[in-house]
Structure formats: structure tokens, C-alpha cells
């Protein structure tokens, strides 16, 4: 991927790691099939992603790198019982702090944006009100809301190892 977008456009200045799966479930009934799935997708991704994209970025003397994670690393819900996800979108968490700590001094920042739950065709329409009850603005979020931090991230040279909670305030609890 890294050297097709290279090929193409010659540097690659920004890596938004988005790709995930959400498997809401007790602890006792997820499958170790749902364990694999859940590691393979959120956290090698990642690695298999951002490693060469690190390396190209070192080259061209900078970058920026957003990872999507969830505010339910951050404030556990009894509602949503997950935590494979937060097992694997927390792993994403540190290693946003990690890799902005690391490579800080070479003009590479890294970032992560951790949504609450937003509006997306993984949640059927019948479900929304009950969804946006666990929020305390009473509503889902908009793919715009994410979409708007993760470019309030580009702009904004001088912020690297934040973790931005575009979640309505379930961070800030219930």
C-alpha cells in the first residue's frame, strides 16, 4: 500500500488508521476465533500498516499518523460490554503515546481521534435511540464529528501523543 501511494504521489503525509471490528459480548462468550479477528484487524493492521509508512515518512522528513480508537478504553460501559475492543483499541491508545514520544524529534506526530458511537450503517436505524442514551448529549455522533477532528489533528502542528474524544462526553461519564 505504502509504496502504491508512493508510486502514485510521490510521499504519503498522512496515515488515518480506521480499519476495525467491533464485537460487543461478554467476556465469557466471545469465540477465539472472535479474539483472532479482533487482534488480525485492529492491532497487526496497524503494525503491518504503520511500520513501512514510518519508514517512508522518515525519508521525506515528516508525517502524521491518526489512529480511530473508542472512548470505551477510557470510560468501560456496563451497557456495552467489550473488551476485546478495548483490549485492542487501548493497545492502539498506548501505542499512539508510545510512537509520539518516539518519533517526536524527526517531525513525525501521531495522533489518535476516540469516537463514542457514531451514527454508521454497523448500527441498524432502530437501534439510534437507545444508542444515543448513552451519551450524555443524548445523541450519536455524525461521521462529520470524527471527520472534523481528525483534520483539526492535521492542522495543528504542535499537538503529537493526544487522544481526542469526539464522543459527546461519555468520557467525562455518564
Known sequence: MVAQALARFGRVDTLINNAGI??????????????????????????????????????????????????????????????LASLAKGGLAAATRSLAIEYASRNIRVNAVSPGIIKTPM???????????????????????????????????FVTGEILHVDGGQVAGV
Not at 504503520?50 to 480511530?68: D, K, N, R, S, W
Not at 444508542?131 to 477532528?149: N, S, Y
Open 123 to 157: 448500527h441498524a436505524a432502530e437501534t439510534h435511540g437507545a444508542l444515543a442514551a448513552l451519551h450524555p448529549m443524548k445523541r450519536l455522533g455524525e461521521v462529520a464529528d470524527v471527520t472534523q477532528a481528525v483534520l483539526y489533528l492535521e492542522d495543528a502542528g
Open 22 to 83: 467491533f464485537i460487543a459480548s461478554a467476556f465469557t462468550n466471545y469465540t477465539g476465533q472472535q479474539y483472532q479477528d479482533m487482534l488480525s484487524t485492529n492491532l497487526n493492521g496497524f503494525f503491518h500498516t504503520t511500520q513501512p509508512e514510518v519508514e517512508a515518512m522518515l525519508e521525506q522528513g515528516g508525517g502524521h499518523i491518526v489512529q480511530i480508537t473508542t472512548t470505551l478504553v477510557d470510560h468501560a460501559n456496563s451497557n456495552v460490554p467489550s473488551v
